[in-house]
Protein backbone atom coordinates (compact mmCIF):
# COMPACT_ATOMS: atom_id res chain seq x y z
CA UNK A 1 0.00 0.00 0.00
CA UNK A 2 1.47 3.52 -0.97
CA UNK A 3 1.41 6.32 1.35
CA UNK A 4 -1.26 8.03 -0.12
CA UNK A 5 -3.82 5.40 -0.43
CA UNK A 6 -2.79 4.44 3.47
CA UNK A 7 -3.66 8.31 4.24
CA UNK A 8 -7.11 8.04 2.47
CA UNK A 9 -8.01 4.44 4.22
CA UNK A 10 -6.72 6.24 7.45
CA UNK A 11 -9.22 9.73 7.20
CA UNK A 12 -12.39 7.09 5.76
CA UNK A 13 -11.76 5.13 9.23
CA UNK A 14 -11.59 8.23 11.16
CA UNK A 15 -14.69 9.27 9.88
CA UNK A 16 -16.41 6.64 10.52
CA UNK A 17 -15.68 7.03 13.96
CA UNK A 18 -16.84 9.48 16.45
CA UNK A 19 -16.70 13.43 15.25
CA UNK A 20 -16.39 14.15 18.72
CA UNK A 21 -13.18 12.05 19.40
CA UNK A 22 -10.73 14.32 21.68
CA UNK A 23 -7.67 15.65 20.24
CA UNK A 24 -4.79 15.39 21.92
CA UNK A 25 -4.14 19.54 23.02
CA UNK A 26 -8.09 20.49 22.74
CA UNK A 27 -9.37 22.11 25.19
CA UNK A 28 -13.01 21.49 27.22
CA UNK A 29 -14.41 24.62 25.16
CA UNK A 30 -13.30 23.06 22.01
CA UNK A 31 -14.30 19.25 23.11
CA UNK A 32 -18.18 20.65 24.18
CA UNK A 33 -17.96 22.57 20.82
CA UNK A 34 -18.22 19.88 19.09
CA UNK A 35 -19.86 17.39 20.81
CA UNK A 36 -22.97 20.25 20.66
CA UNK A 37 -22.69 20.30 17.20
CA UNK A 38 -23.14 16.46 16.70
CA UNK A 39 -26.05 16.96 18.77
CA UNK A 40 -28.13 19.46 17.19
CA UNK A 41 -27.13 17.46 14.02
CA UNK A 42 -28.80 14.54 11.98
CA UNK A 43 -25.44 12.40 13.27
CA UNK A 44 -26.47 8.54 13.82
CA UNK A 45 -26.76 7.47 17.53
CA UNK A 46 -23.46 6.30 18.48
CA UNK A 47 -21.83 9.45 17.42
CA UNK A 48 -24.41 11.20 19.73
CA UNK A 49 -23.29 8.79 22.58
CA UNK A 50 -19.62 9.70 22.49
CA UNK A 51 -20.57 13.08 22.07
CA UNK A 52 -22.80 12.57 25.60
CA UNK A 53 -19.58 10.87 26.93
CA UNK A 54 -17.62 14.09 26.44
CA UNK A 55 -20.09 16.08 27.85
CA UNK A 56 -20.65 14.11 30.95
CA UNK A 57 -16.67 15.35 31.34
CA UNK A 58 -16.62 18.79 30.20
CA UNK A 59 -20.02 20.14 30.30
CA UNK A 60 -21.39 23.48 31.54
CA UNK A 61 -24.72 25.45 31.45
CA UNK A 62 -24.38 25.82 28.07
CA UNK A 63 -25.38 22.36 27.07
CA UNK A 64 -27.92 22.42 29.21
CA UNK A 65 -30.75 23.43 26.89
CA UNK A 66 -29.19 21.21 24.35
CA UNK A 67 -29.18 17.99 26.97
CA UNK A 68 -32.98 18.93 28.27
CA UNK A 69 -34.04 18.56 24.79
CA UNK A 70 -33.42 15.24 24.63
CA UNK A 71 -35.25 14.01 28.02
CA UNK A 72 -38.53 13.06 25.97
CA UNK A 73 -36.58 11.33 22.92
CA UNK A 74 -36.98 7.58 23.28
CA UNK A 75 -33.16 7.05 22.08
CA UNK A 76 -31.31 9.77 23.30
CA UNK A 77 -32.72 10.45 26.60
CA UNK A 78 -31.21 8.13 28.92
CA UNK A 79 -27.69 9.58 27.15
CA UNK A 80 -29.01 13.18 27.66
CA UNK A 81 -29.09 12.23 31.32
CA UNK A 82 -25.96 10.63 31.71
CA UNK A 83 -24.38 13.67 29.97
CA UNK A 84 -26.77 15.97 32.65
CA UNK A 85 -26.49 14.48 35.89
CA UNK A 86 -22.83 15.85 36.47
CA UNK A 87 -23.13 19.33 35.27
CA UNK A 88 -23.05 21.28 38.36
CA UNK A 89 -25.25 23.95 37.81
CA UNK A 90 -28.73 24.72 38.61
CA UNK A 91 -30.23 25.01 35.78
CA UNK A 92 -30.04 20.85 35.05
CA UNK A 93 -32.45 20.81 38.15
CA UNK A 94 -34.84 23.53 37.05
CA UNK A 95 -34.98 21.14 33.64
CA UNK A 96 -35.29 18.02 35.43
CA UNK A 97 -37.81 19.57 37.26
CA UNK A 98 -39.78 20.54 34.32
CA UNK A 99 -39.75 17.56 32.36
CA UNK A 100 -41.68 15.68 35.38
CA UNK A 101 -44.68 17.38 34.45
CA UNK A 102 -44.52 16.60 30.76
CA UNK A 103 -43.51 13.23 30.84
CA UNK A 104 -44.60 9.27 31.58
CA UNK A 105 -43.58 5.77 31.98
CA UNK A 106 -40.08 4.61 31.44
CA UNK A 107 -39.09 8.46 30.67
CA UNK A 108 -40.45 9.73 33.43
CA UNK A 109 -38.80 7.31 35.37
CA UNK A 110 -35.37 8.16 34.16
CA UNK A 111 -35.72 11.72 35.07
CA UNK A 112 -36.89 10.97 38.54
CA UNK A 113 -34.03 8.74 38.86
CA UNK A 114 -31.80 11.59 37.52
CA UNK A 115 -33.37 13.81 40.35
CA UNK A 116 -32.52 11.68 42.70
CA UNK A 117 -29.27 11.17 42.10
CA UNK A 118 -28.89 14.76 42.31
CA UNK A 119 -30.45 14.96 45.20
CA UNK A 120 -32.19 18.07 44.01
CA UNK A 121 -34.43 18.94 47.64
CA UNK A 122 -36.38 21.59 45.77
CA UNK A 123 -37.63 18.97 43.40
CA UNK A 124 -39.73 17.08 46.49
CA UNK A 125 -43.08 18.77 46.09
CA UNK A 126 -42.97 17.45 42.73
CA UNK A 127 -41.88 14.02 42.93
CA UNK A 128 -44.72 13.39 45.20
CA UNK A 129 -47.16 13.81 43.19
CA UNK A 130 -45.98 10.90 41.03
CA UNK A 131 -46.45 8.39 44.27
CA UNK A 132 -49.69 8.04 43.35
CA UNK A 133 -48.87 7.35 40.23
CA UNK A 134 -50.99 4.23 38.56
CA UNK A 135 -47.42 2.99 36.85
CA UNK A 136 -46.06 1.17 39.38
CA UNK A 137 -42.38 1.85 38.05
CA UNK A 138 -42.79 5.20 38.37
CA UNK A 139 -43.73 5.07 41.99
CA UNK A 140 -40.73 2.52 42.31
CA UNK A 141 -38.39 5.04 40.91
CA UNK A 142 -40.00 8.00 42.90
CA UNK A 143 -39.92 6.39 46.39
CA UNK A 144 -35.91 5.61 45.64
CA UNK A 145 -35.36 9.41 44.47
CA UNK A 146 -37.36 10.52 47.44
CA UNK A 147 -34.91 8.56 50.02
CA UNK A 148 -31.33 9.28 47.93
CA UNK A 149 -32.38 13.02 48.71
CA UNK A 150 -33.07 12.04 51.97
CA UNK A 151 -34.47 15.40 53.58
CA UNK A 152 -37.38 16.08 56.18
CA UNK A 153 -39.75 17.22 53.19
CA UNK A 154 -39.18 13.95 51.39
CA UNK A 155 -39.78 11.80 54.53
CA UNK A 156 -43.16 13.46 55.08
CA UNK A 157 -43.86 13.07 51.62
CA UNK A 158 -43.35 9.29 51.58
CA UNK A 159 -44.86 9.08 54.57
CA UNK A 160 -47.95 10.68 53.34
CA UNK A 161 -48.19 8.17 50.31
CA UNK A 162 -48.34 4.96 52.67
CA UNK A 163 -51.87 5.76 53.68
CA UNK A 164 -53.35 5.35 50.02
CA UNK A 165 -50.49 3.35 48.76
CA UNK A 166 -51.61 -0.52 47.44
CA UNK A 167 -49.93 -3.69 46.07
CA UNK A 168 -46.46 -3.24 45.67
CA UNK A 169 -46.19 0.45 46.17
CA UNK A 170 -46.08 0.28 49.96
CA UNK A 171 -43.28 -1.69 49.89
CA UNK A 172 -41.16 0.64 47.77
CA UNK A 173 -42.35 3.52 49.90
CA UNK A 174 -41.04 1.50 53.44
CA UNK A 175 -37.66 1.20 50.73
CA UNK A 176 -37.65 5.19 50.23
CA UNK A 177 -38.26 5.52 53.85
CA UNK A 178 -35.26 3.40 55.24
CA UNK A 179 -32.75 5.31 52.80
CA UNK A 180 -34.10 8.47 53.94
CA UNK A 181 -33.93 7.67 57.53
CA UNK A 182 -30.40 6.13 56.80
CA UNK A 183 -29.45 9.98 54.73
CA UNK A 184 -30.53 11.76 58.13
CA UNK A 185 -28.76 9.76 60.34
CA UNK A 186 -25.28 10.31 58.01
CA UNK A 187 -26.01 13.84 57.94
CA UNK A 188 -26.27 13.66 61.97
CA UNK A 189 -30.15 14.33 62.02
CA UNK A 190 -30.68 11.74 64.04
CA UNK A 191 -33.77 13.18 65.70
CA UNK A 192 -35.41 13.39 62.33
CA UNK A 193 -34.00 10.03 61.38
CA UNK A 194 -35.75 8.30 64.58
CA UNK A 195 -38.89 10.33 63.58
CA UNK A 196 -39.25 8.72 60.48
CA UNK A 197 -38.47 4.95 62.05
CA UNK A 198 -41.24 5.57 64.55
CA UNK A 199 -43.49 6.69 62.21
CA UNK A 200 -43.01 3.46 59.65
CA UNK A 201 -43.18 1.36 63.27
CA UNK A 202 -46.81 2.85 63.73
CA UNK A 203 -48.06 1.47 60.16
CA UNK A 204 -46.82 -2.21 61.73
CA UNK A 205 -45.12 -2.79 58.27
CA UNK A 206 -43.86 -6.54 56.97
CA UNK A 207 -41.18 -7.92 58.93
CA UNK A 208 -38.51 -7.10 57.23
CA UNK A 209 -39.27 -3.71 57.19
CA UNK A 210 -40.07 -3.87 60.77
CA UNK A 211 -36.55 -5.01 61.48
CA UNK A 212 -34.48 -2.43 59.55
CA UNK A 213 -36.28 0.82 61.02
CA UNK A 214 -36.09 -1.29 64.43
CA UNK A 215 -32.42 -0.94 63.82
CA UNK A 216 -32.62 2.49 62.50
CA UNK A 217 -34.23 3.47 65.74
CA UNK A 218 -31.62 2.02 68.16
CA UNK A 219 -28.62 3.15 66.14
CA UNK A 220 -30.15 6.84 66.38
CA UNK A 221 -30.48 6.51 70.01
CA UNK A 222 -28.46 3.84 71.82
CA UNK A 223 -29.24 4.57 75.33
CA UNK A 224 -33.29 4.92 74.85
CA UNK A 225 -32.69 1.95 72.21
CA UNK A 226 -31.65 -0.78 74.32
CA UNK A 227 -35.40 -1.57 75.42
CA UNK A 228 -36.03 -1.66 71.97
CA UNK A 229 -33.34 -4.28 71.43
CA UNK A 230 -34.36 -6.30 73.82
CA UNK A 231 -38.07 -6.16 72.82
CA UNK A 232 -36.20 -7.37 69.39
CA UNK A 233 -34.42 -10.23 71.04
CA UNK A 234 -37.46 -11.71 72.32
CA UNK A 235 -39.61 -11.17 69.05
CA UNK A 236 -41.28 -13.88 67.75
CA UNK A 237 -40.49 -13.09 63.86
CA UNK A 238 -37.13 -14.53 63.93
CA UNK A 239 -36.39 -11.76 60.81
CA UNK A 240 -36.54 -9.28 64.02
CA UNK A 241 -34.13 -11.58 66.30
CA UNK A 242 -31.34 -11.82 63.19
CA UNK A 243 -31.54 -7.95 62.97
CA UNK A 244 -31.22 -7.69 66.94
CA UNK A 245 -28.23 -9.80 66.08
CA UNK A 246 -26.67 -7.66 63.35
CA UNK A 247 -27.29 -4.47 66.07
CA UNK A 248 -25.10 -6.27 68.53
CA UNK A 249 -22.23 -6.87 66.15
CA UNK A 250 -22.20 -2.93 64.97
CA UNK A 251 -22.45 -1.65 67.83
CA UNK A 252 -19.77 -2.21 70.79
CA UNK A 253 -21.65 -0.59 73.97
CA UNK A 254 -21.20 -2.39 77.15
CA UNK A 255 -25.15 -1.86 77.60
CA UNK A 256 -25.87 -4.67 74.54
CA UNK A 257 -23.76 -7.28 76.33
CA UNK A 258 -25.61 -6.68 79.73
CA UNK A 259 -28.89 -6.81 77.07
CA UNK A 260 -28.00 -9.99 75.79
CA UNK A 261 -26.81 -11.72 79.02
CA UNK A 262 -30.12 -10.31 80.75
CA UNK A 263 -32.47 -11.31 78.05
CA UNK A 264 -30.74 -14.54 77.40
CA UNK A 265 -32.83 -16.94 79.69
CA UNK A 266 -36.14 -15.60 78.20
CA UNK A 267 -35.25 -17.18 75.49
CA UNK A 268 -36.44 -20.65 73.00
CA UNK A 269 -33.90 -23.10 73.22
CA UNK A 270 -32.98 -22.81 69.03
CA UNK A 271 -32.18 -19.03 69.96
CA UNK A 272 -29.84 -19.76 72.49
CA UNK A 273 -26.99 -20.41 70.37
CA UNK A 274 -26.78 -17.54 68.18
CA UNK A 275 -27.13 -15.08 70.93
CA UNK A 276 -23.95 -17.21 72.63
CA UNK A 277 -22.23 -17.02 69.25
CA UNK A 278 -22.71 -13.41 69.09
CA UNK A 279 -21.36 -12.79 72.58
CA UNK A 280 -17.60 -14.30 71.61
CA UNK A 281 -17.94 -12.17 68.41
CA UNK A 282 -18.14 -8.75 70.49
CA UNK A 283 -15.47 -9.79 72.82
CA UNK A 284 -16.70 -8.15 75.58
CA UNK A 285 -15.41 -9.56 79.39
CA UNK A 286 -18.45 -8.63 80.59
CA UNK A 287 -19.97 -11.31 79.28
CA UNK A 288 -17.44 -14.00 80.69
CA UNK A 289 -19.54 -14.77 83.90
CA UNK A 290 -22.43 -16.38 81.78
CA UNK A 291 -20.54 -18.35 78.96
CA UNK A 292 -18.51 -19.84 81.77
CA UNK A 293 -21.42 -20.88 83.58
CA UNK A 294 -23.39 -21.75 80.39
CA UNK A 295 -19.90 -23.78 79.08
CA UNK A 296 -20.41 -26.14 82.06
CA UNK A 297 -23.98 -26.68 82.59
CA UNK A 298 -26.12 -25.43 79.14
CA UNK A 299 -26.77 -28.30 76.97
CA UNK A 300 -24.49 -29.94 74.34
CA UNK A 301 -25.11 -27.35 71.35
CA UNK A 302 -25.05 -24.09 73.68
CA UNK A 303 -22.14 -25.76 75.66
CA UNK A 304 -19.78 -25.98 72.54
CA UNK A 305 -20.50 -22.91 71.29
CA UNK A 306 -19.68 -21.05 74.64
CA UNK A 307 -16.60 -22.83 74.75
CA UNK A 308 -15.57 -21.30 71.25
CA UNK A 309 -16.69 -17.88 72.23
CA UNK A 310 -14.08 -18.52 75.01
CA UNK A 311 -11.70 -18.68 72.47
CA UNK A 312 -12.87 -15.31 70.76
CA UNK A 313 -12.78 -13.47 74.45
CA UNK A 314 -9.86 -14.61 75.48
CA UNK A 315 -9.18 -14.43 79.02
CA UNK A 316 -7.20 -16.63 81.81
CA UNK A 317 -9.82 -16.87 83.80
CA UNK A 318 -10.89 -19.08 81.29
CA UNK A 319 -8.94 -21.50 81.99
CA UNK A 320 -9.45 -23.68 84.81
CA UNK A 321 -12.87 -23.68 82.78
CA UNK A 322 -12.09 -25.53 80.01
CA UNK A 323 -9.52 -27.64 81.62
CA UNK A 324 -12.55 -29.01 83.75
CA UNK A 325 -14.27 -29.70 80.53
CA UNK A 326 -11.45 -31.54 78.78
CA UNK A 327 -12.44 -34.31 80.90
CA UNK A 328 -15.72 -34.19 80.14
CA UNK A 329 -16.96 -37.71 79.94
CA UNK A 330 -18.39 -36.33 76.23
CA UNK A 331 -15.86 -36.24 73.81
CA UNK A 332 -17.35 -33.67 71.81
CA UNK A 333 -17.29 -31.22 74.86
CA UNK A 334 -13.58 -32.61 75.90
CA UNK A 335 -12.19 -31.88 72.25
CA UNK A 336 -13.46 -28.46 72.02
CA UNK A 337 -12.21 -27.58 75.48
CA UNK A 338 -9.14 -29.04 74.83
CA UNK A 339 -8.82 -26.97 71.31
CA UNK A 340 -9.85 -23.98 73.15
CA UNK A 341 -7.22 -24.10 75.36
CA UNK A 342 -4.75 -24.63 73.20
CA UNK A 343 -5.26 -21.43 70.77
CA UNK A 344 -6.24 -19.05 73.92
CA UNK A 345 -3.83 -16.73 73.53
CA UNK A 346 -1.96 -14.23 76.15
CA UNK A 347 1.24 -15.01 78.23
CA UNK A 348 -0.85 -15.43 81.25
CA UNK A 349 -2.47 -18.44 79.67
CA UNK A 350 0.79 -20.13 79.08
CA UNK A 351 1.83 -19.70 82.86
CA UNK A 352 -1.83 -21.43 83.50
CA UNK A 353 -0.40 -24.41 81.42
CA UNK A 354 2.61 -24.51 82.49
CA UNK A 355 1.68 -24.64 86.28
CA UNK A 356 -0.23 -27.71 85.48
CA UNK A 357 2.60 -29.48 84.02
CA UNK A 358 3.42 -30.22 87.62
CA UNK A 359 -0.73 -31.47 88.60
CA UNK A 360 -0.53 -34.60 90.99
CA UNK A 361 -3.15 -35.52 87.89
CA UNK A 362 -1.38 -37.57 85.43
CA UNK A 363 -3.97 -37.41 82.66
CA UNK A 364 -4.12 -34.20 82.83
CA UNK A 365 -0.56 -33.37 83.04
CA UNK A 366 -0.28 -35.18 79.62
CA UNK A 367 -2.72 -33.52 78.01
CA UNK A 368 -0.92 -30.40 79.46
CA UNK A 369 2.30 -31.43 77.64
CA UNK A 370 0.78 -31.72 74.30
CA UNK A 371 -0.60 -28.66 74.38
CA UNK A 372 2.71 -26.88 75.76
CA UNK A 373 4.32 -28.01 72.59
CA UNK A 374 1.68 -27.19 70.50
CA UNK A 375 1.60 -23.24 72.01
CA UNK A 376 5.04 -22.97 71.72
CA UNK A 377 5.74 -22.60 75.31
CA UNK A 378 9.35 -22.05 76.17
CA UNK A 379 9.21 -21.93 79.60
CA UNK A 380 7.87 -25.21 79.20
CA UNK A 381 10.95 -26.57 78.28
CA UNK A 382 12.42 -28.39 81.55
CA UNK A 383 9.11 -29.91 82.42
CA UNK A 384 9.48 -31.31 79.22
CA UNK A 385 12.62 -32.50 79.72
CA UNK A 386 11.90 -33.90 83.27
CA UNK A 387 9.25 -35.50 81.57
CA UNK A 388 10.72 -37.54 79.08
CA UNK A 389 12.49 -39.86 82.03
CA UNK A 390 8.96 -40.16 83.08
CA UNK A 391 8.44 -44.47 83.98
CA UNK A 392 5.20 -43.58 82.09
CA UNK A 393 5.77 -44.37 77.95
CA UNK A 394 2.43 -42.29 77.27
CA UNK A 395 4.19 -39.73 79.04
CA UNK A 396 7.47 -39.66 77.93
CA UNK A 397 5.65 -39.65 74.60
CA UNK A 398 4.07 -36.58 74.72
CA UNK A 399 6.88 -35.18 76.51
CA UNK A 400 9.44 -36.36 73.54
CA UNK A 401 6.54 -35.05 70.80
CA UNK A 402 5.91 -31.29 72.45
CA UNK A 403 10.03 -31.22 73.21
CA UNK A 404 10.40 -31.87 69.58
CA UNK A 405 8.50 -29.25 68.33
CA UNK A 406 9.69 -26.65 70.94
CA UNK A 407 13.34 -27.23 71.58
CA UNK A 408 14.22 -28.00 67.68
CA UNK A 409 18.04 -28.04 66.39
CA UNK A 410 18.23 -27.23 70.08
CA UNK A 411 16.40 -30.37 71.95
CA UNK A 412 18.43 -33.14 69.52
CA UNK A 413 20.85 -34.16 72.65
CA UNK A 414 18.10 -35.11 74.50
CA UNK A 415 16.25 -36.93 71.91
CA UNK A 416 19.42 -38.88 71.19
CA UNK A 417 19.55 -39.63 75.14
CA UNK A 418 15.73 -40.79 74.95
CA UNK A 419 16.41 -42.66 71.87
CA UNK A 420 19.38 -44.84 73.36
CA UNK A 421 17.12 -45.59 76.73
CA UNK A 422 13.99 -46.27 74.53
CA UNK A 423 12.50 -49.95 76.13
CA UNK A 424 10.84 -50.66 73.03
CA UNK A 425 10.51 -50.20 69.30
CA UNK A 426 7.49 -48.04 69.50
CA UNK A 427 9.74 -45.68 71.42
CA UNK A 428 12.78 -45.68 69.40
CA UNK A 429 10.05 -45.02 66.00
CA UNK A 430 8.87 -41.88 67.85
CA UNK A 431 12.40 -40.41 68.88
CA UNK A 432 13.33 -41.66 65.39
CA UNK A 433 10.15 -39.44 63.53
CA UNK A 434 11.25 -36.31 66.24
CA UNK A 435 15.19 -36.71 64.99
CA UNK A 436 14.35 -37.09 61.83
CA UNK A 437 12.22 -33.60 61.70
CA UNK A 438 14.64 -31.62 64.11
CA UNK A 439 18.09 -32.72 62.05
CA UNK A 440 17.30 -31.44 58.59
CA UNK A 441 16.52 -28.31 60.64
CA UNK A 442 19.97 -27.73 62.26
CA UNK A 443 21.97 -24.95 61.46
CA UNK A 444 25.16 -27.23 61.74
CA UNK A 445 24.24 -30.41 60.05
CA UNK A 446 27.87 -31.70 60.26
CA UNK A 447 27.84 -31.11 64.32
CA UNK A 448 24.61 -32.77 64.32
CA UNK A 449 26.15 -35.87 62.41
CA UNK A 450 28.59 -36.60 64.48
CA UNK A 451 26.57 -36.13 67.46
CA UNK A 452 24.34 -39.49 65.85
CA UNK A 453 27.62 -40.96 65.33
CA UNK A 454 29.06 -41.16 68.55
CA UNK A 455 25.39 -42.33 69.55
CA UNK A 456 25.69 -45.15 67.04
CA UNK A 457 29.01 -46.20 68.73
CA UNK A 458 26.81 -46.88 72.06
CA UNK A 459 23.64 -47.95 71.07
CA UNK A 460 22.07 -51.21 71.79
CA UNK A 461 20.53 -53.48 68.60
CA UNK A 462 17.82 -52.05 68.82
CA UNK A 463 18.36 -48.10 68.02
CA UNK A 464 21.04 -48.60 65.76
CA UNK A 465 18.73 -48.94 62.44
CA UNK A 466 16.66 -45.59 64.44
CA UNK A 467 20.10 -43.63 64.02
CA UNK A 468 21.48 -45.03 60.75
CA UNK A 469 18.27 -43.82 58.75
CA UNK A 470 18.24 -40.25 61.01
CA UNK A 471 22.16 -40.00 59.78
CA UNK A 472 20.74 -40.34 56.05
CA UNK A 473 18.79 -37.06 57.21
CA UNK A 474 22.10 -34.83 58.21
CA UNK A 475 23.90 -36.43 55.10
CA UNK A 476 27.74 -35.49 54.38
CA UNK A 477 30.91 -37.12 54.56
CA UNK A 478 30.38 -38.29 58.32
CA UNK A 479 27.76 -39.34 57.94
CA UNK A 480 28.18 -41.20 54.98
CA UNK A 481 31.33 -42.85 56.35
CA UNK A 482 29.67 -44.46 59.45
CA UNK A 483 26.66 -45.82 57.48
CA UNK A 484 29.27 -47.26 55.23
CA UNK A 485 31.33 -49.00 57.85
CA UNK A 486 27.80 -50.59 59.62
CA UNK A 487 27.53 -52.47 56.30
CA UNK A 488 30.31 -54.75 58.00
CA UNK A 489 27.91 -54.91 61.31
CA UNK A 490 27.38 -58.86 61.81
CA UNK A 491 23.59 -58.09 62.21
CA UNK A 492 21.64 -58.67 59.79
CA UNK A 493 19.12 -55.86 60.22
CA UNK A 494 21.59 -53.24 60.89
CA UNK A 495 23.36 -54.42 57.75
CA UNK A 496 20.13 -54.14 55.41
CA UNK A 497 19.35 -50.77 57.23
CA UNK A 498 22.95 -49.37 56.20
CA UNK A 499 22.71 -50.62 53.14
CA UNK A 500 19.05 -49.39 52.32
CA UNK A 501 20.06 -45.83 53.80
CA UNK A 502 22.72 -45.75 51.22
CA UNK A 503 21.14 -47.08 48.55
CA UNK A 504 18.58 -43.67 49.38
CA UNK A 505 21.27 -41.54 49.77
CA UNK A 506 20.40 -38.03 49.16
CA UNK A 507 23.35 -36.52 47.58
CA UNK A 508 25.64 -37.93 44.80
CA UNK A 509 28.71 -38.04 47.30
CA UNK A 510 27.44 -42.00 47.78
CA UNK A 511 28.65 -42.52 44.56
CA UNK A 512 31.50 -44.30 44.78
CA UNK A 513 30.39 -46.18 47.46
CA UNK A 514 27.13 -47.82 45.72
CA UNK A 515 29.05 -48.48 42.85
CA UNK A 516 31.79 -50.49 44.96
CA UNK A 517 29.14 -52.41 46.14
CA UNK A 518 27.35 -53.06 42.77
CA UNK A 519 30.26 -54.56 41.82
CA UNK A 520 31.76 -56.67 44.46
CA UNK A 521 28.84 -57.19 47.05
CA UNK A 522 29.32 -60.39 48.69
CA UNK A 523 25.50 -61.21 47.51
CA UNK A 524 23.33 -60.79 44.81
CA UNK A 525 20.20 -58.77 46.77
CA UNK A 526 23.28 -56.42 47.86
CA UNK A 527 24.57 -55.70 44.29
CA UNK A 528 20.92 -55.49 43.28
CA UNK A 529 20.26 -52.82 46.12
CA UNK A 530 23.40 -50.92 45.53
CA UNK A 531 23.05 -50.63 41.54
CA UNK A 532 19.43 -49.36 42.07
CA UNK A 533 20.67 -46.60 44.46
CA UNK A 534 23.32 -45.96 42.09
CA UNK A 535 20.99 -45.19 39.72
CA UNK A 536 18.88 -43.27 41.74
CA UNK A 537 21.92 -40.64 41.98
CA UNK A 538 21.78 -40.20 38.10
CA UNK A 539 18.20 -38.69 38.81
CA UNK A 540 18.64 -36.37 41.60
CA UNK A 541 18.37 -32.60 40.61
CA UNK A 542 21.39 -31.34 41.30
CA UNK A 543 23.28 -34.10 39.32
CA UNK A 544 24.53 -32.70 35.72
CA UNK A 545 23.88 -34.12 32.62
CA UNK A 546 27.56 -35.24 31.82
CA UNK A 547 27.49 -37.01 35.55
CA UNK A 548 24.34 -38.80 34.83
CA UNK A 549 25.70 -40.07 31.58
CA UNK A 550 28.81 -41.25 33.62
CA UNK A 551 26.85 -43.33 35.70
CA UNK A 552 24.87 -45.15 32.87
CA UNK A 553 27.81 -46.19 31.30
CA UNK A 554 29.54 -47.78 34.36
CA UNK A 555 26.22 -49.10 35.55
CA UNK A 556 24.87 -50.49 31.73
CA UNK A 557 27.56 -53.30 32.23
CA UNK A 558 26.16 -54.58 35.80
CA UNK A 559 22.50 -54.26 34.91
CA UNK A 560 20.77 -57.45 34.07
CA UNK A 561 17.11 -57.46 34.98
CA UNK A 562 14.33 -56.08 33.33
CA UNK A 563 13.48 -52.85 36.21
CA UNK A 564 17.16 -51.75 36.33
CA UNK A 565 17.14 -51.64 32.09
CA UNK A 566 14.15 -49.75 32.79
CA UNK A 567 15.53 -47.35 35.42
CA UNK A 568 18.39 -47.14 33.39
CA UNK A 569 16.26 -46.07 30.41
CA UNK A 570 14.64 -43.07 32.44
CA UNK A 571 17.58 -42.18 33.35
CA UNK A 572 19.10 -41.63 29.69
CA UNK A 573 15.73 -40.19 28.99
CA UNK A 574 16.12 -37.10 31.32
CA UNK A 575 20.07 -36.77 30.42
CA UNK A 576 18.46 -36.46 26.34
CA UNK A 577 22.47 -36.34 25.61
CA UNK A 578 22.93 -37.50 21.89
CA UNK A 579 25.96 -39.39 23.28
CA UNK A 580 24.45 -41.77 24.81
CA UNK A 581 22.65 -42.94 21.73
CA UNK A 582 25.39 -46.06 21.58
CA UNK A 583 24.04 -47.22 25.16
CA UNK A 584 21.03 -47.08 23.95
CA UNK A 585 20.98 -49.34 20.72
CA UNK A 586 21.86 -52.52 22.60
CA UNK A 587 18.29 -52.49 23.89
CA UNK A 588 16.35 -51.87 21.31
CA UNK A 589 16.70 -55.88 20.54
CA UNK A 590 15.79 -56.31 24.03
CA UNK A 591 12.13 -57.51 23.44
CA UNK A 592 11.40 -56.73 27.20
CA UNK A 593 12.31 -53.00 27.25
CA UNK A 594 11.91 -52.77 23.63
CA UNK A 595 9.59 -49.96 23.67
CA UNK A 596 10.81 -47.82 26.43
CA UNK A 597 14.44 -47.63 24.32
CA UNK A 598 12.55 -46.62 20.99
CA UNK A 599 10.57 -43.44 22.63
CA UNK A 600 14.13 -43.06 24.64
CA UNK A 601 16.18 -43.01 21.11
CA UNK A 602 13.26 -40.67 19.59
CA UNK A 603 13.48 -38.35 22.19
CA UNK A 604 16.95 -38.17 22.22
CA UNK A 605 17.14 -37.75 18.18
CA UNK A 606 14.65 -34.93 18.06
CA UNK A 607 16.65 -32.99 20.67
CA UNK A 608 19.78 -33.82 19.23
CA UNK A 609 21.53 -30.69 17.49
CA UNK A 610 22.53 -31.01 13.69
CA UNK A 611 25.50 -33.35 12.83
CA UNK A 612 26.02 -34.29 16.70
CA UNK A 613 26.69 -37.86 16.57
CA UNK A 614 25.12 -38.73 13.47
CA UNK A 615 26.51 -41.69 12.56
CA UNK A 616 24.96 -43.19 15.73
CA UNK A 617 21.97 -41.90 15.46
CA UNK A 618 21.17 -43.01 11.94
CA UNK A 619 22.33 -46.38 12.97
CA UNK A 620 19.86 -46.08 15.84
CA UNK A 621 16.77 -44.43 13.79
CA UNK A 622 17.42 -47.31 10.95
CA UNK A 623 17.30 -49.86 13.93
CA UNK A 624 13.76 -48.04 15.26
CA UNK A 625 12.22 -48.25 11.68
CA UNK A 626 12.74 -52.33 11.17
CA UNK A 627 11.72 -53.29 15.00
CA UNK A 628 8.65 -50.32 14.88
CA UNK A 629 6.90 -51.95 12.81
CA UNK A 630 3.58 -51.77 14.79
CA UNK A 631 3.31 -48.06 15.22
CA UNK A 632 3.04 -46.87 11.91
CA UNK A 633 3.80 -43.02 13.41
CA UNK A 634 7.20 -43.76 15.16
CA UNK A 635 8.51 -45.53 12.19
CA UNK A 636 7.17 -42.65 9.63
CA UNK A 637 8.96 -39.92 12.17
CA UNK A 638 12.21 -42.00 11.95
CA UNK A 639 12.10 -41.71 8.17
CA UNK A 640 11.57 -38.12 7.90
CA UNK A 641 14.56 -38.19 10.53
CA UNK A 642 16.86 -40.16 8.59
CA UNK A 643 15.92 -38.03 5.31
CA UNK A 644 16.55 -34.95 7.14
CA UNK A 645 20.27 -36.72 8.45
CA UNK A 646 21.10 -37.61 4.84
CA UNK A 647 23.83 -34.99 4.31
CA UNK A 648 25.33 -35.26 7.69
CA UNK A 649 28.47 -36.40 8.70
Known amino acids: MNGKLFFSVTLCLVAGMSSVRPVLGETAEEVRAKALAVLKSDAPLDQKSAACRDLARVGNKDCVPVLAGMLGDEKLSHIGRYALEPIPDRSVDEALRAALGTLSGRLLCGVISSVGTRRDSAAVGLLAKHLADRDGDVVRATAIAL ?4 TVAAG ?14 PGWIYDGLLACGANLAAQGQHRDAQAIYDAMLAQNPPARFRAAALRGAVLCDPSSGMKRLGGMIRDRDFCVFAMALRIAVEMKDRQVTDVLTSEIGNLPADRVVPVVRILGQRGDKAALPLLL ?25 AVPVLVGLMKDKDEATARAATATLTTLPGAQVDSAIVAILESPDRILRRQMLEIAGQRRIASATPLLLKAMSDADISMRTAAAKSYGELAGAGGIP ?28 ASDKAACARRLVDALSRAGLAAKPALLRTLRATGGPDALKAVHGALADANKDIHATALRVLSEWSSPDAAPVLLEL ?11 VALRGYLG ?8 AQDRLAICRRAAPLIRRDEEKRMLLGVLSSAAAAESLDLLVPYLDDPSVKHEAVATVMAIVEKRKKSEYAAVARSALAKVVKIAADDPAVTRRAEELLKQMATEK
Open 147 to 150: GRIG
Open 156 to 169: KALLDALSAAKGEN
Open 293 to 317: EMAKKGNKPVCLEAIQSLAEIADVS
Open 414 to 441: ALIDMLLKAPDGGEIDLCERILGAACPA
Open 518 to 528: ATNAATPVDKL
Open 537 to 544: IALQKDVA
